[in-house]
């Protein structure tokens, strides 16, 4: 990832010194950002200095300097409206190919006499990727603005969809859903000339709800993880109730932690305070020697 920054980055900078243009944009959330980088070091330095493990804590701030580089890059490569499409465009073939992949992954479990299980078949986060591609196919299609990548992400979509029920990851399910909230609300108000095909969809995914939920409010395996996900907030099945339940005792365990150093924090590179048993853990057992 910092092999790819560095490098579109440097790419950018030569472009822009030979054009005699250079000027590094900063955007509107520049401090901001410079704020919560400079805790995000501040909290890796107090944890390393005071006996946290240094490769650990950079595990736990590197993705979140990826996110202040890849803003940093966005201000300053995304100018005009043609510069957002080979974005969507790597987003729709990355994605889409993780969603074959996960097929591929599926079939290999399967043959091999292996049971899908919560786990999925491939990483939970992948889960909330396809999610993405999932809102690119559904603007495309009602905006229509670009046909190629509306059928390209059209026929990319069902796999990444059969991938993220096999992946049983409710948050992606919930995440979708939730997003799907303000979204149908601002293509209504954005697309004007757009307004019937928007209308024909809230029809058409009313009709589809109304007759999906009922059958599978009760089911079972991944076909019912969608239902499942909304009934799981009032109504969890044991499995579900497990992994709320880890999670409220994780979140406790958290509160201690920051409660010992409220202003500062412990810093990165060491594990928080086990308050409370937390089913499972000692699969994390390397990590919590640290």
């Not at 939730?178 to 293509?187: R, S, T, W």
């Not at 009922?214 to 076909?223: F, H, L, S, T, V």
């Not at 010992?260 to 924090?265: T, V």
Request: charged share 15%; with cysteine; hydrophobic share 50%.
């Amino acid at each position: 990832a910092e092999a790819v920054m560095l490098f579109t980055f440097v790419s950018w900078a030569i472009r822009q010194i030979a054009l005699r243009d250079f000027k590094l944009e900063k955007g509107a959330f520049f401090k901001w950002f410079m704020a919560y980088v400079a805790m995000v070091a501040f909290g890796a330095i107090h944890g390393i200095v005071t006996g946290g493990n240094a490769s650990i804590a950079l595990w736990e701030v590197r993705s979140q300097f990826h996110l202040f580089l890849s803003y940093l890059i966005a201000c300053n490569v995304i100018k005009e409206k043609k510069d957002v499409y080979p974005v969507l465009w790597l987003a729709v073939i990355g994605i889409g190919l993780k969603g074959l992949i996960g097929i591929y992954a599926f079939l290999q479990m399967t043959a091999a006499g292996i049971v899908i299980t919560e786990q999925g078949v491939l990483t939970h986060e992948e889960s909330l990727f396809f999610n993405v591609l999932i809102f690119i196919c559904f603007v495309s299609w009602l905006s229509n603005s670009d046909n190629k990548l509306k059928w390209t992400s059209i026929f990319l979509v069902p796999p990444c969809i059969f991938t993220a029920l096999q992946n049983q990851r409710r948050s992606g399910i919930a995440a979708l859903i939730v997003a799907m909230v303000p979204l149908i609300p601002i293509m209504w108000t954005v697309l004007n000339e757009r307004k019937v095909a928007v209308k024909k969809f809230i029809i058409g995914f009313a009709i589809f709800n109304s007759l999906y939920l009922p059958i599978a409010w009760n089911g079972q395996g991944p076909w019912a993880l969608p239902a499942r996900a909304i009934r799981s907030n009032s109504d969890p099945n044991e499995r579900d109730a497990s992994s709320d339940y880890y999670r409220m005792v994780e979140n406790i365990n958290l509160k201690a932690t920051r409660d010992r150093s409220p202003i500062i924090g412990i810093g990165y590179g060491k594990p928080y305070d086990m308050l409370i048993y937390q089913p499972g853990i000692e699969q994390f057992d390397s990590f919590l020697k640290y």
